[in-house]
């Protein structure tokens, strides 16, 4: 089984972002809305994770 690429946090915001213009456009069908929650949640998640990292970082780089 393929591993699956993992999304920086410029991809998966972009990728919010596509989701949200969608949304707003009124292009997303009742069938994709569900799928597409749930995809933007583990987005979210992956960003929120992201960020937590970096601020780890910087607060070890700002302890120097």
């Known amino acids: ?3 699956k690429k993992e999304l920086s946090y410029t991809e998966a915001m972009a990728e919010i972002e596509q989701t ?9 069908s009742v ?3 569900s799928k597409c929650v749930k995809r ?3 987005l979210i998640a992956t960003c929120k ?3 937590r990292k970096v601020e780890e970082e910087v ?3 700002l302890k120097e």
């Open 49 to 51: 994770a992201e960020l």
């Open 31 to 33: 069938d994709e809305l």
């Open 1 to 3: 089984m393929a591993k």
């Open 20 to 28: 949200l213009q969608r949304f707003r456009n009124e292009e997303l």
């Open 40 to 42: 933007t949640s583990e």
């Open 59 to 61: 607060s070890e780089i």
